[in-house]
């Protein structure tokens, strides 16, 4: 601590002292007036000195803070961007495998639908004809019924409409009796389906229900049943 200026009382001149001795004593007030004035000065800066560096510190640390807020700001930012993204990367990747997949399940089945013409040519197709024409007849299980056959396959139909006929009156008259089957009228179509691979097309209650039962429709159908099954012995 700085010690209070040591006030000296201001000399008496008297008419013994000379010019030298004056001059003494005003260079001695002037050098104490001198000495004042620095250190009240000095105090002064002093003061001034530790009040900048306390503002410059609150003003540093201030602006450490905003930095270190914008910075957290924009990490989470980063961070909400970086989820997004492999958000988005794991839909895409799902998509593409799930496309793949469909693809790959769409050319199994045009692969199988490729092979019914010639199982159309094939021994055992009256057969099979003769028993898609059946069960068409006991599914729709009206007395009245409209056969359709596939383009090419007129011949084919004829020769298994006979059966299937005969079948389905069996088994009418086991179900709805003798007396319904006695009105059985199982009649081909004169006209063709123009689209269609093998099988036919049924037509009853006076045309308001239409049965398909053709080798594609059966195709399709039997790939939707075990279309899980397909899934899980090819992707599993």
Not at 5 to 16: K, V
Not at 36 to 51: R, Y
Not at 72 to 100: G, H
């Amino acid at each position: 601590p700085r010690l209070p200026p040591t006030r000296c009382p201001p000399p008496r001149l008297t008419a013994a002292m000379n010019d030298a001795e004056v001059n003494a004593q005003i260079q001695q007030m002037v050098q104490f007036i001198h000495q004042e004035a620095k250190e009240k000065a000095a105090e002064i800066k002093l003061k001034a000195d530790e009040e900048f560096n306390i503002e410059k510190l609150r003003m540093v640390e201030a602006e450490k803070q905003k930095i270190r807020q914008e910075y957290e700001r924009k990490e989470k930012q980063v961070e909400v961007q970086k989820r997004i993204k492999q958000s988005n990367d794991v839909r895409i990747s799902r998509l593409r495998t799930l496309k793949a997949r469909d693809d790959a399940m769409q050319g199994l089945l045009a692969e199988a639908a490729a092979k019914l013409p010639a199982l159309t040519k094939d021994k055992t197709y009256p057969k099979l004809l003769e028993s898609l024409i059946l069960e068409a007849l006991k599914t729709l299980n009206d007395p009245k019924v409209v056969v359709t056959p596939v383009a090419g396959g007129e011949k084919a139909t004829t020769a298994a409409l006979a059966g299937a006929t005969a079948a389905f009156k069996s088994w009418a008259t086991e179900t709805n009796g003798a007396e319904w089957a006695a009105g059985i009228s199982v009649t081909m179509s004169s006209t063709s389906a123009k689209a269609g691979t093998g099988g036919v097309t049924c037509a009853g209650f006076n045309g308001s229900i239409t049965l398909q039962n053709t080798l594609e429709s059966r195709l399709n159908l039997a790939y939707e049943c075990y279309l899980p099954k397909l899934r899980a012995a090819l992707f599993d």
